[in-house]
């Protein structure tokens, strides 16, 4: 822990880093950086008073949750700030205003508020409400937290136990990707330093298919937006049933995965590049475990299969579970760590750079940004004496690719939210795309 005389509370973790050097990466797109929302739908307008009294709880347990991101030499750090900021908002359905549009305009704009990176709050909490439709969103930024610190946020809020809270706040010691370097002998860190690298190394031979052509990218980005698509819980049994023939018991990730890519060369055959290549998060956390629930906790991996591979659908699942085995057999999830921990000491620019661009290329590596929340556990639970029917995620996402698809599954249905930088891709592409995804997803 850093000198706290000096105004600061927290140092930045190897994860943190990686998660910070692509907020600038989305900043220099002018974008309002990595911010992320984690929105719950409501039956009803939740108690507000107990709501706030909790968030306050919150805030004065964190106190990194009130903090301004500095950079103080090389280094960020999550220092005090002078003036505390308003964290909680409220934003009542005007009654001449369709709910459904305010709902949705309201969360872009939120998702969309650009501010430097000293003024942003880390975390904030909006309450849309109306008469027909309420919805509960927490935003935060990378890297104060990722999605699964998000997710125990909530649970935070909504636990009244003392007790039970304290668990939240138990500290863990070292960062998770401290933790994990530790196991390792210097010269094995090495090794894998070296064996991650020959991986991207091998992955950068082939040019990245983006979704959006050459033209649109010369287009200023102009915000993000979102659409929501939920499946059945019929339609989501089918797609589990399918997925576990496909890829196995563990692999529904890789199923997905393969589908989007599928679904991408449906939409657009003629874009031009060699193989579809996405980064996804690799958890660093143990199931079920409460703490740490602020930092970020994750390492990255990469799939990539050819254009070849992805239109002959059979080969394109044995691959990618191919390529998920020889991960796990190679290491190569570990691998990374390394090369997060060395990459917390470049300058964000060039680790920016590092992260998205080709060795070989030059060009953007992720064709798009994917990540599988899975199955969201708090359908038991009430909110603040209303019940959630339904939630989804949000995220800002760098230009290209300019699409991000995040996927969970909560109450037996499985729901895909596209998000995506408006003028770039928009709703009227999704629509149209979303329909090939189902096509894939449903294909025995």
Request: net charge neutral; proline share 5%.
């Given at each position: ?105 309201t969360l872009e704009e939120i998702l969309n508020n650009n501010e430097t990176r000293e003024e942003q709050s880390p975390i904030e909490f909006h309450l849309i409400t109306g008469t027909e439709k309420n919805t509960f969103l927490l935003r935060w930024m990378h890297p104060f937290c990722d999605a699964r610190g998000a997710e125990l946020i909530l649970k935070f809020l909504m636990t009244e136990d003392p007790k039970q809270r304290k668990l939240f ?26 064996k991650a690298k020959r991986h991207i190394e091998s992955i950068d031979q082939l040019q990245s298919i983006i979704p959006i052509s050459a033209q649109q990218i010369q287009e200023p980005p102009k915000k993000l937006g979102y659409s929501i698509h939920r499946l059945t819980k019929q339609q989501t049994q089918q797609i589990s049933k399918i997925a576990r023939k496909q890829v196995g018991l563990t692999g529904t990730s890789l199923y997905y995965l ?187």
């Amino acid at each position: 822990m850093a000198d706290n005389k000096a105004g600061i509370l927290q140092a930045l973790n190897p994860a943190d880093s990686f998660t910070l050097a692509m907020d600038e990466e989305i900043r220099k797109d002018g974008m309002p950086g990595s911010l992320c929302g984690f929105a719950l739908e409501l039956s009803e307008t939740p108690d507000i008073q107990a709501l706030t009294k909790n968030i306050e709880t919150f805030l004065e347990d964190f106190p990194t949750a009130r903090a301004s991101l500095q950079q103080r030499g090389k280094h960020f750090y999550w220092c005090q700030r002078t003036n505390l900021r308003q964290v909680f908002f409220q934003h009542p359905c005007p009654a001449e205003i369709n709910q459904e549009k305010f709902h949705k305009q309201t969360l872009e704009e939120i998702l969309n508020n650009n501010e430097t990176r000293e003024e942003q709050s880390p975390i904030e909490f909006h309450l849309i409400t109306g008469t027909e439709k309420n919805t509960f969103l927490l935003r935060w930024m990378h890297p104060f937290c990722d999605a699964r610190g998000a997710e125990l946020i909530l649970k935070f809020l909504m636990t009244e136990d003392p007790k039970q809270r304290k668990l939240f706040t138990a500290k863990t010691g070292k960062p998770l990707v401290n933790q994990q370097l530790d196991k390792y002998k210097w010269w094995q860190k090495i090794a894998l330093f070296l064996k991650a690298k020959r991986h991207i190394e091998s992955i950068d031979q082939l040019q990245s298919i983006i979704p959006i052509s050459a033209q649109q990218i010369q287009e200023p980005p102009k915000k993000l937006g979102y659409s929501i698509h939920r499946l059945t819980k019929q339609q989501t049994q089918q797609i589990s049933k399918i997925a576990r023939k496909q890829v196995g018991l563990t692999g529904t990730s890789l199923y997905y995965l393969g589908c989007i890519m599928r679904a991408l060369d449906k939409i657009n055959p003629d874009l031009p590049g060699e193989a579809y290549c996405i980064p996804y998060a690799f958890n660093l956390r143990k199931n079920k475990v409460l703490t740490p629930v602020l930092g970020n906790h994750v390492s990255a991996l990469f799939s990539q299969a050819t254009k070849e591979q992805v239109q002959d659908r059979a080969q394109l699942f044995q691959h990618l579970k191919q390529q998920n085995t020889q991960v796990i057999r190679a290491k190569l999830d570990y691998a990374f760590l390394p090369l997060m921990w060395a990459g917390s000491w470049l300058s964000l620019e060039k680790y920016g750079k590092t992260l998205r661009r080709s060795y070989k290329t030059d060009t953007e590596r992720s064709s798009f940004w994917f990540s599988d929340i899975g199955q969201v556990d708090l359908a038991e639970q009430t909110f603040f004496n209303t019940k959630i029917q339904g939630l989804f995620h949000l995220c800002q996402i760098s230009t290209p690719p300019a699409l991000a698809i995040l996927s969970c599954q909560f109450q037996g249905e499985l729901s895909l939210t596209y998000n995506y930088i408006e003028p770039h891709i928009n709703e009227q592409w999704v629509d149209q795309f979303h329909q090939y995804m189902l096509e894939e997803l449903l294909t025995e």
